[in-house]
C-alpha cells in the first residue's frame, strides 16, 4: 500500500510529495494488475515496485521543459525504473492518475474530517450535560421570549452536528470513487479488470462508468456538504459570540494568561475565535459554489475544473479541519457564568411567564382575544413600571377571575418551563 503521510496528516494529503507518491502507487498497481492478468511480463512489474521512485526538484525541472506534470513524472521515474518502465501509463492517460489520486486523497481528508465530528460531538455532549438544567433567558429576534437551559441550547448544537456527521458518511462513498478508463472512458486500451483491481487495492470503488474525467456532481456534493457543514460552525460562533457581548456576558470564549485582547485597549477581551470561524466559513462556502460551476464540463471533458480544484480541495479540506478542531477547543473551554444568566432572567421582571398564564386562562374559559388582551395590559405595564408581571396580573380581574393568587404565583416559576427538558437529552442520547 501507499507509504502514509508523517507531515500534520490534513496538511500533508495535499502536499506535491503526498501526490506524486499517489501517483505512483497508482501506475505500479496498474502494472502488477495487467501482470496478473498476463498481459504484461511479470519481471518487468516486480522491476517497477523495485525500482519505481521520484524527485520532486526534478519532476519540477523536467516540467519546465514539458510543460505537462503526468509527462514529467514520468519521465522521471522512468529515469529510475529503466527499460520497465515501458508499461507504465499502459492504456491511460492523465486523467486517470489525477481523478484516482484526488478520490484517494479526499478519502483520507474525509477520514480525518469524520473523526473531528465524532471528537466534536463529545465535547458538546459533556458541556450539554453539564448545564443540562442551568436556566438561561431564551431569545426570538434578539428579544427575551421564554425560558430555556443552557444544556438545551448546547443539546440542539449536538443535535446539528449529528446532522453534520449523517451527511459527511453519506457522501463519503459517493467521493471514493476512481477510473482508469483511459481518454474517453471506453477502457479501449486497458482491460476493466485492471480499474477494478487498482481501485479495490487503494480502498476505493471504481466508476460504473465515466468519461475521461469522473463526472464533477460528486465532488459538488462533497464542498456542498463541506459548506452545510462550515454554516454549522459559523451558526455556532455566532451564537456565543452574542452571548459575549458585554451587556449579556453569559458565556466568554477562553482568555489565556498574557493573552491580548486590543492593541489601543487594555481592558479588552474579544471574541476572536468565534469571529475567525465565521470568516472561515465564507471561504468554504465560496468554495462549494465554485465546485457547482465545475459540474458543466465540455463533452467528454475539458480542463476548466483542474485549476479550481487544486485550489478548493486542500483548502476546504484544511480549513474544514481548523474549524472542526477550533470549535472543539471553544466549546471544551467555553466559559460560562450561570449567575448572570440568572441575572438576565430577571431584567424582565418574569415577563416570560405571560404564554403560561394566557394558555391558563383560555383552558379556564375566557376567550382567547379577551385572554390575550388582559395578559398583554400586564405585560405592558411590566415594560413600563417597577412592578413584576406577576404583580401587574394581580391587578387584572379578567385574570384574577379565573386564576386566583396563589395559583399564579405557582405559575409564574421556572419549573413549569423546563419539565421535558430531562426527556428531550434521552431522546438524544445525552
Known amino acids: 500500500m501507499i507509504a502514509r503521510y508523517t507531515l500534520p496528516e490534513m496538511a500533508a494529503i495535499w502536499t506535491d510529495q503526498r501526490k506524486y507518491e499517489i501517483w505512483l502507487e497508482i ?16 519481471e518487468d512489474a516486480r522491476t517497477i515496485r523495485e525500482k519505481g521512485k521520484f524527485v520532486l526538484a526534478e519532476i519540477e525541472e523536467i516540467e519546465r521543459r514539458t510543460n505537462h506534470d503526468v509527462i514529467a513524472f514520468l519521465e522521471n521515474v522512468a529515469s529510475y525504473v529503466g527499460p520497465a518502465c515501458r508499461w507504465m501509463h499502459q492504456g ?24 473531528n465530528l465524532r471528537d466534536l460531538r463529545v ?9 443540562a438544567m442551568t436556566p438561561m433567558i431564551g431569545r426570538s429576534h434578539g428579544i427575551h421570549a421564554e425560558p430555556i437551559t443552557f444544556g438545551l441550547k448546547l443539546a440542539l448544537m449536538y443535535d446539528e452536528f449529528t446532522r453534520a456527521l449523517e451527511r459527511f458518511e453519506q457522501v463519503q462513498p459517493r467521493i471514493r470513487v476512481g477510473k482508469l478508463s483511459g481518454a474517453v472512458g471506453t477502457h479501449a486500451h486497458l482491460d476493466p479488470k485492471v480499474e477494478q483491481v487498482v481501485c479495490e487495492r487503494l480502498g476505493l470503488k471504481a466508476a460504473v462508468l465515466s468519461t475521461q474525467v469522473l463526472q464533477r456532481d460528486r465532488h459538488a456534493e462533497f464542498h456542498t456538504v463541506l ?17 459575549q457581548r458585554t451587556e449579556v456576558l453569559e ?23 468565534g469571529e475567525k470561524l465565521s470568516g472561515l466559513a465564507r471561504l468554504v462556502r465560496s468554495n462549494a459554489v465554485a465546485a457547482l460551476e ?8 475539458d480542463i476548466s475544473h483542474s485549476s479550481v480544484e487544486r485550489v478548493i480541495f486542500p483548502d476546504s479540506c484544511i480549513l474544514m479541519n481548523n474549524m472542526l478542531v477550533t470549535l472543539k477547543k471553544l466549546v471544551d473551554r467555553l466559559i460560562v457564568y450561570p449567575q448572570n444568566m440568572q441575572r438576565n432572567l430577571e431584567i424582565t421582571k418574569g415577563l416570560y411567564h405571560s404564554q403560561t398564564i394566557l394558555l391558563k386562562l383560555t383552558e379556564r374559559g375566557l376567550e382567547r382575544k379577551t385572554a390575550y388582551e388582559a395578559v398583554q395590559r ?47 437529552f434521552q431522546r438524544l442520547g445525552l
Open 27 to 42: 501506475e505500479t498497481l496498474a502494472c502488477e494488475a495487467q501482470a496478473e492478468l498476463g498481459h504484461i511480463p511479470a
Open 92 to 115: 491511460m492517460t492523465s486523467s486517470d492518475v489525477l481523478d484516482t489520486t484526488l478520490a484517494v486523497q479526499t478519502a483520507e481528508a474525509s477520514d480525518i474530517i469524520l473523526q
Open 123 to 131: 465535547v458538546i455532549a459533556r458541556r450539554a450535560r453539564e448545564y
Open 227 to 243: 459548506a452545510v457543514i462550515a454554516s454549522s460552525v459559523d451558526r455556532w460562533a455566532t451564537e456565543f459570540r452574542h452571548l
Open 251 to 273: 458565556v466568554e470564549e477562553y482568555f489565556s494568561p498574557g493573552q491580548k485582547g486590543s492593541s489601543a485597549m487594555p481592558h479588552k477581551r474579544n471574541p476572536i475565535t
Open 294 to 301: 465545475n459540474v458543466a464540463l465540455w463533452h467528454e471533458r
Open 378 to 424: 400586564a405585560a405592558m405595564a411590566t415594560w413600563a413600571g417597577t412592578q413584576s408581571l406577576q404583580e401587574n396580573l394581580l391587578l387584572e380581574s379578567a385574570i384574577t377571575d379565573k386564576i386566583p393568587p396563589a395559583e399564579i404565583a405557582t405559575l409564574c416559576t421556572l419549573e413549569h418551563h423546563f419539565r421535558w427538558v430531562e426527556d428531550t
